[in-house]
DNA sequence: CCTGAAAACATACGGTG
DNA sequence: CACCGTATGTTTTCAGG
């Protein structure tokens, strides 16, 4: 899962006690209720009521493995930047776009583009495939930019 | 953690039991060995032994919480597109720029600028202040392309 | 929010093909 | 070497206060 756009409005978390626990999931999904606990100073079972409120509430979308790209076959990622052909028809490109399991975000941008694809395929043969099919599904142009390297790529890390 | 660039080199997954084993934790980072054991047909403590490994060879890198950017106080984000005021300088941007925590993934692309950023911030203020910062850090120019609404964003998902 | 007991789970180990 | 089964400690869960 973790899909975003239209989905509950959450807002920020004020409760320090909750920011404590949403950083340590973050560090480490699988961290424990009794390491949660001993990091915040309550029982378990306060923890847990708040980790299942937070869950329920959509602040905690779920928990993810993080997996190397390189060992999953997809070592080669793209930023790919489109414009519908046709301004003047109906936009959506998103949900054209949702089914191709190559791409992993797809973002509504202001600027030259309408939307920003971060992609991610085996090889540039399967980037050319991808790209021709999201032209196809979508009626836009695209414009890609080639990731050479990432140099970071982390879980966002606010402060606190 | 979850860093990436230069590090150990991961051979992509041949085993289909691995792959198996990978993609749930994918989809359920929190999910128990049990529930592995179950899907893979093997033994918990067969499915401990390979999740053990495919951690400490670095598939796995670690497992994360994935939380609501909002819940966050981060409900703004954008690329950051970035090109060096002197190209005879070493280039050491991404060190320089590790240190911001905004900064969600460093990317060197191909094109016409050097690094694309990815970065969450609470408000167009503090955007406009980190980018500031990005160029006063990094010695570069930036391009900016502002989120306005993110339709989807996945943790990779593959076929299988 | 806490305690406490029962169920589920993770872990380590000895044994098998 | 990868796997299994069992024993032990830990964690989760859920009742009740």
New interface residues.
């Given amino acids: 899962?973790?899909?975003?756009?239209p989905?509950l409005?959450?807002?920020?978390?004020d409760d320090p006690v909750d920011r404590k626990i949403?950083a340590a999931?973050?560090?480490?999904?699988?961290g424990t209720l009794k390491s949660l606990a001993d990091v915040t100073g309550l029982s378990v079972s306060a923890v847990q009521a708040r980790v299942r409120r937070l869950e329920t509430s959509?602040?905690?979308?779920?928990?993810?493995?993080?997996?190397?790209?390189?060992?999953?076959?997809?070592p080669l990622?793209a930023?790919v930047a489109i414009t519908p052909l046709d301004p003047a028809q109906p936009d959506d490109a998103?949900e054209r776009l949702?089914g191709l399991?190559e791409?992993?975000?797809?973002?509504?941008?202001?600027?030259d583009?309408a939307?920003?694809l971060f992609v991610?395929v085996a090889s540039p043969t399967a980037l050319e495939q991808l790209i021709r099919e999201i032209r196809r599904r979508a009626h836009v142009t695209t414009r890609t930019?080639?990731?050479?390297?990432?140099?970071?790529?982390?879980?966002?890390?606010?402060?606190s």
């Fill in positions: 899962m973790t899909s975003d756009g989905g409005p959450v807002a920020p978390i949403v999931l973050r560090a480490d999904g699988r959509g602040v905690i979308r779920g928990y993810a493995a993080t997996v190397d790209p390189e060992a999953l076959g997809l990622a930023l998103p949702a399991s791409i992993e975000a797809c973002h509504s941008v202001a600027g583009d939307y920003v991610r930019t080639v990731v050479l390297q990432t140099f970071f790529e982390r879980p966002a890390a606010p402060g």
